[in-house]
């Protein structure tokens, strides 16, 4: 453990940290799973879910927890399956 008080600062900064980036990356798996389900089932609600999908990925690439090259690639790699199944 820390003996300095900004390490201290910095031990507890960096869990709580850790647990919104956490929090970030789950919502974003699950958001993840219903579009490809979605996809695959080639449910009525596909493109809404594509849509959160999409947006779910922007906002982890703004945060930082997903890098901006990766939620790029995530994106496009949905948006290419969309088009699959609607033509």
């Not at 910095?10 to 940290?17: C, D, E, L």
């Amino acid at each position: 453990m820390a003996n300095i008080k900004s390490a201290k600062k910095r031990v507890k900064v960096i869990k709580t940290k850790t647990l919104q980036n956490k929090s970030i990356k789950t919502s974003l798996k699950t958001v993840m799973k219903k579009a490809e389900s979605a996809l695959s089932t080639g449910a009525d609600n596909t493109a809404e879910a594509i849509r959160l999908a999409m947006k779910k990925i922007d906002q982890a690439a703004a945060k930082g927890v997903v890098h901006k090259n990766k939620a790029a690639n995530r994106k496009s790699a949905l948006a290419k399956k969309l088009n699959q199944v609607k033509g």
